[in-house]
């Protein structure tokens, strides 16, 4: 279908540097400054985050060669490229404070029980975490929740790696259209309980949320086949392709 509203693409040879203003939302533990990329007033139809486990980075490389392709002013819906810049930076999955921020969530079944997550390939979850000394008590939670009651998105999308499907609790068509686009299954759970999880947290606050789990593929796979349909999320060209 033609698309008369389409964002023209920066050209190859300029897609090196991310040139799009930043505003710092708030500060991680390390007193890292915590970054939103667009709209910073709501409300907005999305908001795309990643990397919330500091040991997903092939997620910030995806979204941001989407905003490198994006001309200064395009962005419709806020992008935050990292939501644990301190985990990403040491290479760990937690924040500087071992704490697993997908387990950090104000919900009702936030529980203070390490958290056990699998080793890369590995097949047993053995690897304990903690989810905080209480629900929302790090700096890096804190600041995303603070964020998301201002931009008051209606659909978060959170990517994370390497589950390969597109999970959604309520099988929107957004979700539909993106795990059709991706080639990717969806899935309403990951099949374990995610006790304070931010997908918890965001379905009991009524926002829908989307968890795109890229798969274990070579990082130039998912750039071809990923990062065009974030590109159209962070633009609203999407709109066009829903049911
Ligand atoms: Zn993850």
């Avoid at 964002?7 to 890292?32: C, D, V």
């Avoid at 099988?171 to 995610?194: F, S």
């Avoid at 070579?218 to 750039?223: N, Q």
Wanted: net charge negative; aromatic share 6%.
């Amino acid at each position: 279908m033609e698309n008369k509203n389409k964002t023209t693409m920066i050209p190859r040879s300029e897609r090196g540097i991310l040139r799009h203003a930043f505003w710092q939302y708030g500060k991680s533990e390390q007193n890292t400054s915590l970054n939103l990329y667009g709209p910073r007033t709501g409300p907005v139809d999305i908001l795309l985050i990643a990397a919330m486990h500091g040991d997903e980075n092939e997620t910030t490389v995806i979204l941001s060669e989407a905003l490198r392709r994006i001309p200064v002013g395009g962005i419709k819906n806020p992008v935050i490229l990292s939501v644990n810049p301190d985990g990403a930076l040491q290479g760990t999955r937690s924040n500087t404070r071992g704490v697993d921020l997908n387990r950090n969530w104000p919900t009702a079944n936030w529980a203070p029980d390490m958290v056990y997550h699998k080793d890369h390939g590995g097949t047993v979850q053995d690897i304990g975490l903690s989810p905080g000394v209480s629900p929302g008590s790090e700096a890096e939670t804190q600041a995303l929740l603070n964020l998301i009651q201002v931009l008051q998105p209606r659909t978060v999308i959170s990517l994370h790696a390497p589950l390969a499907c597109v999970e959604d609790p309520k099988t929107t068509p957004l979700a539909r259209w993106i795990a059709k686009r991706v080639n990717l299954p969806m899935v309403p759970d990951v099949g374990y309980a995610t006790p304070g999880s931010f997908g918890t947290w965001s379905a009991e606050q009524d926002i829908g949320i989307i968890t795109w789990e890229l798969p274990s593929e070579p990082l130039a796979d998912m750039i071809a086949s990923h990062t065009p349909v974030l590109f159209e999320l962070i633009t609203g060209e999407y709109e066009s392709g829903l049911d």
